[in-house]
């Protein structure tokens, strides 16, 4: 009887302890695979409300400031000779060559001459003017986020290039300073305006695809030449941030694009990331190949690994994949690839789309090219001619300031808002985290802080 009494025991405190051990491995493995919310979202200050489709007062004629006029500013200050309802009222660079090109530009169309600036800290002196709508800036990248927060700061609009900010706390700053000055803050993403990609969307916003469950984007840019020429990037900006950041350094060109695809911040949001680095392989490659095994370029540490690839799932259930090389020798992609319930799109390596029920094969070229001309976007269809003629990326560049012109002037909300900014960016630190932590899956912030269902579709307004 004891004897019995005695397994009995043991037989129950196995049964306990083993049950116990269940538990806490389970609740263990829980927090481990659960992904990490390392960036809570901090509450909104009192009195401020969201900016979702924000409309601002109509502006008759854009005053316009442009900050930063190297290979990308000189480009936009061309562009802008060709808008209507504008003017260029500041012209600023910390190289005066580059300022006296653009000066120049605006001269040779007969337009009035600009007020010119050189100063490192003049962006300041121009946000604080009082005869500027719009400041549009083209720096490099770590001044996006001071100059866009200081020129709304001071009542102006603002356009800034790619990637708006560096961290998820820059993100904050743009997003908190949009909703308290009600200012529209807009990132500059040109690829949204491409031609495949923008009838893709209103392909997929006519149900085209069917339900759409999955994209994919990228920036797979061979840049390797550019970001080591001493006469290219100013100061080598960009090789510093090879040389300091690993993870998804540039992701809204593949990015922004499927973003409205997909409805982000309108009816669905990302929920969390995971993302992966290769090793850095190439940058040292070709600096011992161009510079030679001794050289300063080869000995210096890059800690950007060469091809980056981040996994995104939203809280929908849908997937997105997005990458990033810019250190490789292989043909230029962004992907845009769009797979629904009743289709499928790519843009690279080479434009196709597959319908249901034949999607096995692509549809041949002739019957491509007249879907893409049935579901040109609405917004691209008058300006088409003018924007491939004025270029800039083949015609997209012209349309988005196109488009943000036209939305300032009859008051309407701009195509990209401050959360798309802010989304698109963020890429950049999340994947940072999650790379430098074995793919940790990591939260994504809600910009909109709960009203990321409030409107149900992307809408470039024209009304
Ligand atoms: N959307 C696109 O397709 C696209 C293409 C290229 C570049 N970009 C973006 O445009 C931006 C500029 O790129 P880039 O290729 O023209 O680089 P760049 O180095 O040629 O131009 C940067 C300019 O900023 C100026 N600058 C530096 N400090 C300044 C300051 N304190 N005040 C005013 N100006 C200052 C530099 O003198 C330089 O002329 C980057 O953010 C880049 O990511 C976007």
């Given amino acids: ?49 969201d900016v979702i489709e924000l409309r601002c007062e109509p502006i008759d004629t854009v005053r316009i400031a442009f900050i930063g006029l190297g290979m990308r500013g000189s480009g936009a200050v061309y562009r802008y000779t060709f808008i209507d309802g504008v003017k260029v009222v500041a ?11 653009s000066q120049q530009t605006l001269l040779k169309k007969g337009l009035p001459k600009a007020d010119v600036y050189t100063g490192a800290d003049d962006w300041k002196t121009i946000c604080e003017r009082d005869d500027i709508d ?19 700061e001071h009542g102006k609009h603002v356009a800034t290039e790619v990637p708006a900010a560096l961290t998820i706390d820059e993100c904050w700053q743009l997003v908190n300073t949009a909703e308290k000055t009600r200012k529209h803050c807009m990132q500059l993403e040109n690829c949204n305006y491409d031609f495949f990609e923008i009838a893709t969307l209103n392909m997929a916003q006519q149900g085209l695809f069917g339900e759409v469950i999955h994209c994919e984007g990228a920036y797979i840019h061979d840049l390797r030449w550019l970001n080591f020429d001493e006469d290219g990037y100013w100061n080598m900006w960009r090789l510093k941030h090879l040389e300091k950041t690993d993870g998804n350094t540039y992701p809204t060109h593949g990015f922004g694009p499927i973003c409205h695809i997909m409805n982000i911040h309108r009816g669905d949001k990302m929920d969390y990331i995971t993302s992966m680095s290769s090793g850095q392989f190439g940058m040292t490659a070709y600096a011992i190949e161009k510079f030679g095994e001794g050289s300063d370029y080869a000995k210096r540490t890059y800690e950007k690994g060469d091809i980056n690839t981040s996994l995104i799932k939203t809280k929908n259930g849908k997937t997105i994949m997005l990458q990033h090389d810019v250190t490789s020798p292989r043909p230029y992609s962004r992907l845009h690839l769009v797979s629904g319930t009743k289709g499928f799109a790519q843009k690279y390596p080479k434009k196709g789309i597959a319908l249901d029920p034949n999607a096995h094969h692509f549809l041949p070229d002739s019957q491509l090219d007249s879907l893409l001309k049935v579901y040109a976007h609405p917004i691209v269809k008058d300006i088409e001619e003018k924007a491939k003629e004025v270029g800039g990326h083949g015609g997209m560049d012209f349309i988005m300031d196109y488009r943000l012109i036209y939305c300032l002037r009859n008051g309407l909300p701009l195509d990209q808002d401050v959360y798309d900014a802010a989304e698109w960016s963020s890429i950049i630190e999340l994947s940072k985290i999650s790379t430098e932590n074995q793919s940790m899956p990591i939260v994504v912030p809600d910009f909109t802080r709960g009203t990321y269902d409030k409107v149900n579709t992307v809408t470039y307004f024209t009304k």
Wanted: glycine content about 2%; overall charge negative; charged content about 20%.
């Fill in 1 to 49: 009887m004891r004897k019995i009494s005695f397994v009995l025991f043991a037989v129950l405190t196995t049964l306990i302890i083993s049950c116990g051990t269940d538990i806490d491995q389970k609740s263990a493995n829980d927090a481990l695979f659960k992904a990490q919310d390392l960036f809570p979202v901090p509450d909104r200050p009192e009195g401020q409300k």
């Fill in 91 to 101: 012209l600023c660079d910390v190289v005066p060559e580059n300022v006296e090109k």
């Fill in 134 to 152: 719009l400041i549009y800036v083209c720096t490099h990248w770590d001044l996006h986020t001071p100059i866009a927060v200081y020129a709304m």
